[in-house]
């Protein structure tokens, strides 16, 4: 397992052909004037993942978050900065010899392989499984052979070659071309016994053991999930990179393999990166969440700090199902706060941060669950029903203010609290979780903590 940490990474792809130019950035990360047009999709990402820990990326579509997770497997290289896994810097390393495993979103596994093979297939092609042999005394091993080759006759060097050489390539040939056959015929080198028994291990932990002979055609999307999730767990690599590997489930099995990949990541302990564009896999697994938005990082904290504490405008909205309703205000020195159609007076932990914004605009944001129905005040916002959305459990409402129609807001009511499309109804706003943004910066004010 390892701590990964990302320095001052940018990327940028050359400006294409025909490119309007107005859609492209010249910001640079290199002094070099004659450095032609190119498109940033990713700007002064600093982050680090500690070990084993389990970090979400989320954001929108196109914000950057996949490539992020590309760039840290090698699938891209980065236009400026460093890449650390562990005490490695592998900005120059090629996939293969990062030692990171990922899981893709279209599962990328190989049609014509079973089960079993797909899951062996990193191992058989690495030589050797790394968790039952350390690569260091591994390395050391052969060098100390090759030592004591040199000083022996040249007889030894011809038998010793034929030995290590040629004997495990005849090895490798007939693994392969009996492996087919029935289990009886099929040969078996110690390799290949060891590529089994993780293969086993993996499968069980998975719950999978039963697959192991079919083919991915015969398999259900989330049977072919946990398979890909197989591969990556069976080379016992350092990192785990997941991009979107939910998305093609329905929601019932998105929520069963959610679950599953958080207790497998526990388990193993490894450091993952997981990244999404659905908030809710966000809330629920990750350790951290790193949001994104237009190739920078927005906000990196626990979920629900971002849920009660987002850092701008972008969070604050991205963050919550449904999202933060965002209204205009006016702050009045010292403590008040005015809309056409209500007012009301903050709590004084507001007074010190709110000096400097006296007879100024400011953005007020408020969750749904932190509106309620109470009786006609000055305080309270007048709103007519458009919509009702009864989900059993609970029940949502979009309203519209009633002397600002355009201005609409999202309401959550107890669902035992009946709602008719027209009804006009007063909102109270709790006025101790009330967010507030400064317009011009879209960053968040926080009131002074105690």
Same mark, same amino acid.
């Given at each position: 397992?390892?701590?990964?940490?990302?320095?001052?990474?940018?990327?940028?792809?050359?400006?294409?052909?025909?490119?309007?130019?107005?859609?492209?950035?010249?910001?640079?990360?290199?002094?070099? !004037?004659?450095?032609?047009?190119?498109?940033?999709?990713?700007?002064?990402?600093?982050?680090?993942?500690?070990?084993?820990?389990?970090?979400?990326?989320?954001? *929108?579509?196109?914000?950057?978050?996949?490539?992020?997770?590309?760039?840290?497997? #090698?699938?891209?290289?980065?236009?400026?900065?460093?890449?650390?896994?562990?005490?490695?810097?592998?900005?120059?390393?090629?996939?293969?010899?990062?030692?990171?495993?990922?899981?893709?979103?279209?599962?990328?596994?190989?049609?014509?392989?079973?089960?079993?093979?797909?899951?062996?297939?990193?191992?058989? +092609?690495? &030589?050797?499984?790394?968790?039952?042999?350390?690569?260091?005394?591994?390395?050391?091993?052969? +060098?100390?052979?090759?030592?004591?080759?040199?000083?022996?006759?040249?007889?030894?060097?011809?038998?010793?070659?034929?030995?290590?050489?040629?004997?495990?390539?005849?090895?490798?040939?007939?693994?392969?071309?009996?492996?087919?056959?029935?289990?009886?015929?099929?040969?078996?080198?110690?390799?290949?016994?060891?590529?089994?028994?993780?293969?086993?291990?993996?499968a069980q932990l998975l719950q999978i053991e039963s697959l192991?002979?079919?083919?991915?055609?015969?398999?259900? #999307?989330?049977?072919?999930?946990?398979?890909?999730? &197989?591969?990556a767990m069976a080379r016992n690599p350092e990192v785990f990179?997941?991009?979107?590997?939910?998305?093609?489930?329905?929601?019932?099995?998105? !929520?069963?393999?959610?679950?599953?990949?958080?207790?497998?990541? +526990?388990?193993?302990?490894?450091?993952?990166?997981?990244? $999404?564009?659905?908030?809710?896999?966000?809330? $629920?697994?990750?350790?951290?969440?790193?949001?994104?938005?237009?190739?920078?990082?927005?906000?990196?904290?626990?979920?629900?700090?971002?849920?009660?504490?987002?850092?701008?405008?972008?969070?604050?909205?991205?963050?919550?199902?449904?999202?933060?309703?965002?209204?205009?205000?006016?702050?009045?020195?010292?403590?008040?706060?005015?809309?056409?159609?209500?007012?009301?007076?903050?709590?004084? /932990?507001?007074?010190?941060?709110?000096?400097?914004?006296?007879?100024?605009?400011?953005?007020?944001?408020?969750?749904?669950?932190?509106?309620?129905?109470? *009786?006609?005040?000055?305080?309270?916002?007048?709103?007519?029903?458009?919509?009702?959305?009864?989900?059993? =459990?609970?029940?949502?409402? +979009?309203?519209?203010?009633?002397?600002?129609?355009?201005?609409?807001?999202?309401?959550?009511?107890?669902?035992?609290?009946?709602?008719?499309? #027209?009804?006009?109804?007063?909102?109270?706003?709790?006025?101790?979780? /009330? =967010?507030?943004?400064?317009?011009?910066?879209?960053?968040?004010?926080?009131?002074?903590?105690?």
């Open positions: 397992m390892a701590q990964v940490v990302l320095e001052n990474i940018y990327k940028s792809f050359p400006l294409r052909q025909g490119e309007p130019e107005k859609e492209a950035t010249t910001e640079s990360v290199s002094p070099d !004037a004659d450095r032609p047009l190119s498109t940033s999709v990713l700007r002064r990402i600093n982050l680090t993942v500690e070990d084993g820990e389990f970090m979400v990326l989320v954001g *929108p579509s196109g914000c950057g978050k996949s490539t992020l997770l590309r760039s840290i497997a #090698g699938l891209e290289i980065v236009t400026a900065g460093n890449i650390w896994v562990g005490d490695r810097l592998v900005n120059d390393l090629p996939p293969k010899d990062r030692d990171i495993a990922m899981v893709f979103q279209n599962y990328a596994l190989y049609p014509h392989l079973t089960v079993y093979d797909n899951l062996a297939f990193g191992l058989r +092609r690495s &030589g050797k499984d790394k968790k039952e042999e350390g690569r260091g005394k591994k390395e050391e091993g052969r +060098r100390k052979k090759r030592e004591e080759i040199i000083n022996e006759s040249n007889n030894w060097v011809i038998n010793n070659f034929k030995k290590e050489q040629i004997y495990p390539f005849f090895e490798d040939f007939l693994v392969g071309i009996t492996r087919n056959l029935p289990k009886g015929l099929r040969y078996l080198s110690e390799r290949e016994k060891a590529v089994g028994e993780r293969v086993l291990r993996v192991l002979n079919r083919l991915p055609k015969q398999l259900s #999307g989330g049977q072919k999930q946990r398979v890909a999730l &197989g591969r990179l997941m991009d979107e590997p939910l998305s093609n489930l329905d929601a019932k099995l998105r !929520a069963e393999t959610r679950s599953q990949i958080v207790q497998l990541q +526990r388990q193993l302990g490894t450091t993952t990166i997981y990244v $999404t564009h659905d908030q809710t896999e966000a809330m $629920t697994m990750g350790d951290r969440i790193a949001i994104m938005d237009g190739g920078q990082l927005q906000q990196v904290a626990q979920p629900l700090e971002l849920y009660r504490k987002p850092a701008n405008l972008f969070v604050a909205q991205f963050i919550g199902s449904p999202p933060m309703n965002l209204l205009p205000v006016k702050f009045m020195a010292p403590l008040l706060i005015s809309h056409p159609q209500f007012r009301f007076t903050l709590p004084d /932990i507001w007074a010190k941060n709110l000096q400097q914004y006296d007879g100024k605009s400011l953005i007020l944001g408020i969750r749904p669950e932190h509106l309620s129905i109470h *009786p006609p005040a000055t305080k309270n916002l007048s709103v007519q029903v458009e919509i009702v959305e009864a989900l059993g =459990h609970e029940t949502y409402l +979009r309203v519209s203010l009633t002397d600002a129609p355009a201005v609409q807001m999202q309401v959550r009511v107890p669902p035992d609290r009946t709602v008719r499309v #027209g009804e006009e109804l007063w909102l109270s706003i709790a006025h101790d979780k /009330i =967010h507030l943004f400064d317009p011009d910066t879209e960053l968040a004010i926080f009131p002074r903590t105690i």
